[in-house]
């Protein structure tokens, strides 16, 4: 089998510092305008402005002079990498493209390689859609980069499973202490994730539960009050329950606007406060380089006040449930001028201690997978992490519904005993929102 050439992107290396290592044995060209693009991006705080300086450090070790003349092994069983200079801009490309910015010169330079090898074998990477046309115009082969995203999102993972005709006496069982009832008790032969949520019905019966995998026992849940708000329905109920839960550490919540994913969220890390240091509500910044910020006036506060307000208006609505005057609405106020609750952009969170922390993660579905991994794997001692979002609201100019941070999560983690998620369906805004989110 005839080894392939892949053609790197910048915007490959910053969604994933490591891709060198995903095209197994491989040859990786990397064309010299993308090393001068990622010199741009090696001073900041982002995970984009890490993975900059982390590949750079990677290319700097296996450097050598055939790395600029053949290229040099990755590593034992992968491929070679190799850096191409800037080359005399093809006739093609002078036909087609009047300015010559940095994207074109990384694109001629793949139709150079690709050219010079009757383009067999050569595929140009990047998660630009709009350089790929670019590419596929000129003849090109391209290809989004996808090491992490989900196969198939009609069969992703709810949380849910809905089971018809279960035996009766299990609804007598159920709501009797210990509240749990044996798994063979339900007369069903079923497979369950560890944590995933049930609704039983038999005729008029029905109960709301969940299965705990170590015991292999299905568990009760009923509807709790979390600072005023109450679930509407069963889904919201599944999602206060594994939130509420010390026992899972780790939450996914996803589903369209309107669904209450945040507001749930801030009202279980209130209802749970005095069990951890702090509530972190954090959400990204798109674009996550923050490189639009500097245009709009005021200080960083006030410029970051338009991004973080969805969170304020959240904290608001519960508050609404108290009278002015009432303790827990005072609470809320004073919660956020001690700094009990912070509300801040996700990159600012970087260096911050991550220990008895409730953190809310909104809008997950703009973070990719290498900054879920990131802020999960920085999680101490008694800290809760909820990741709130819709993965088919995408807002990350490189991200879609397959490659965002959530669905990962959501794939990877299912039936892990310290992982919980549920699929909010039903808006419950208003009637006018849930219209419009159906039709329009």
Same mark, same amino acid.
Request: glycine share 6%; net charge neutral; aromatic share 8%.
């Given at each position: 089998?005839?080894?392939?050439?892949?053609?790197?992107?910048?915007?490959?290396?910053?969604?994933?510092?490591?891709?060198?290592?995903?095209?197994?044995?491989?040859?990786?060209?990397?064309?010299?305008?993308?090393?001068?693009?990622?010199?741009?991006?090696?001073?900041?705080?982002?995970?984009?402005?890490?993975?900059?300086?982390?590949?750079?450090? !990677?290319?700097?070790?296996?450097?050598?002079?055939?790395?600029?003349?053949?290229?040099?092994?990755?590593?034992?069983?992968?491929?070679?990498?190799?850096?191409?200079?800037?080359?005399?801009?093809?006739?093609?490309?002078?036909?087609?493209? !009047?300015?010559?910015?940095?994207?074109?010169?990384?694109?001629?330079?793949?139709?150079?390689?690709?050219?010079?090898?009757?383009?067999?074998?050569?595929?140009?990477?990047?998660?630009?859609?709009?350089?790929?046309?670019?590419?596929?115009?000129?003849?090109?082969?391209?290809?989004?980069?996808?090491?992490?995203?989900?196969?198939?999102?009609?069969?992703?993972? !709810?949380?849910?499973?809905?089971?018809?005709?279960?035996?009766?006496?299990?609804?007598?069982?159920?709501?009797?202490?210990?509240?749990?009832?044996?798994?063979?008790?339900?007369?069903?032969?079923?497979?369950? =994730?560890?944590?995933?949520?049930?609704?039983?019905?038999?005729?008029?019966?029905?109960?709301?539960?969940?299965?705990?995998?170590?015991?292999?026992?299905?568990?009760?849940?009923?509807?709790?009050?979390?600072?005023?708000?109450?679930?509407?329905?069963?889904?919201?109920?599944?999602?206060?329950?594994?939130?509420?839960?010390?026992?899972?550490?780790?939450?996914?919540?996803?589903?369209?606007?309107?669904?209450?994913?945040?507001?749930?969220?801030?009202?279980?890390?209130?209802?749970?406060?005095?069990? =951890?240091?702090?509530?972190?509500?954090?959400?990204?910044?798109?674009?996550?380089?923050?490189?639009?910020?500097?245009?709009?006036?005021?200080?960083?506060?006030?410029?970051?006040?338009?991004?973080?307000?969805?969170?304020?208006?959240?904290?608001?609505?519960? #508050?609404?449930?108290?009278?002015?005057?009432?303790?827990?609405?005072?609470?809320?106020?004073?919660?956020?001028?001690?700094?009990?609750?912070?509300?801040?952009?996700?990159?600012?969170?970087?260096?911050?201690?991550?220990?008895?922390?409730?953190?809310?993660?909104?809008?997950? #579905?703009?973070?990719?997978?290498?900054?879920?991994?990131?802020?999960?794997?920085? *999680?101490?001692?008694?800290?809760?992490?909820?990741?709130?979002?819709?993965?088919?609201?995408?807002?990350?100019? =490189?991200?879609?519904?397959?490659?965002?941070?959530?669905? =990962?999560?959501?794939?990877?983690?299912?039936?892990?005993?310290?992982? *919980?998620?549920?699929?909010?369906?039903?808006?419950?805004?208003?009637?006018?929102?849930?219209?419009?989110?159906?039709?329009?």
């Amino acid at each position: 089998m005839n080894k392939k050439i892949f053609i790197l992107d910048t915007n490959v290396i910053l969604h994933d510092s490591g891709c060198i290592h995903q095209f197994k044995d491989n040859d990786i060209y990397i064309p010299i305008t993308v090393i001068e693009e990622l010199d741009r991006f090696k001073k900041g705080n982002n995970v984009i402005h890490c993975n900059a300086r982390d590949f750079l450090r !990677t290319l700097d070790a296996l450097s050598s002079e055939k790395m600029f003349n053949g290229g040099v092994p990755i590593e034992k069983g992968k491929g070679k990498i190799a850096i191409c200079l800037d080359v005399e801009l093809d006739d093609i490309i002078k036909e087609n493209f !009047t300015e010559i910015t940095a994207d074109i010169k990384i694109l001629n330079i793949a139709y150079t390689v690709a050219k010079k090898h009757a383009f067999k074998n050569v595929i140009f990477v990047t998660k630009d859609v709009n350089l790929r046309l670019r590419a596929r115009s000129i003849g090109l082969k391209t290809e989004n980069y996808n090491s992490k995203f989900v196969e198939n999102l009609s069969d992703m993972y !709810t949380g849910l499973q809905v089971l018809n005709h279960v035996n009766p006496r299990v609804f007598e069982s159920l709501y009797k202490k210990p509240f749990e009832v044996p798994i063979s008790s339900l007369g069903i032969n079923v497979a369950f =994730y560890t944590n995933e949520n049930l609704i039983l019905k038999n005729g008029s019966n029905s109960a709301l539960a969940f299965y705990d995998g170590p015991t292999q026992t299905i568990k009760a849940i009923q509807p709790q009050v979390c600072y005023g708000i109450r679930p509407r329905n069963a889904e919201q109920t599944f999602a206060l329950n594994a939130m509420l839960n010390p026992e899972i550490p780790l939450v996914t919540v996803s589903g369209k606007a309107g669904t209450g994913k945040t507001l749930l969220a801030l009202a279980a890390a209130l209802a749970r406060k005095q069990h =951890y240091r702090q509530v972190f509500v954090a959400r990204p910044v798109v674009p996550l380089s923050n490189k639009d910020l500097g245009f709009l006036p005021g200080d960083v506060a006030s410029k970051l006040d338009p991004y973080m307000q969805p969170l304020y208006d959240n904290l608001t609505v519960i #508050q609404n449930h108290f009278n002015e005057h009432n303790t827990q609405s005072k609470q809320i106020r004073e919660l956020i001028e001690e700094e009990k609750i912070v509300i801040t952009p996700i990159s600012y969170i970087r260096g911050r201690s991550i220990v008895r922390v409730f953190f809310i993660v909104d809008e997950a #579905q703009n973070l990719t997978p290498h900054e879920v991994k990131t802020i999960i794997t920085r *999680a101490g001692e008694g800290t809760k992490i909820v990741f709130t979002g819709d993965i088919f609201q995408i807002d990350h100019p =490189y991200l879609d519904s397959q490659t965002n941070g959530l669905a =990962y999560i959501i794939e990877k983690m299912k039936g892990q005993q310290l992982y *919980a998620h549920i699929n909010l369906e039903k808006g419950e805004r208003s009637d006018l929102a849930e219209l419009a989110a159906k039709m329009l």
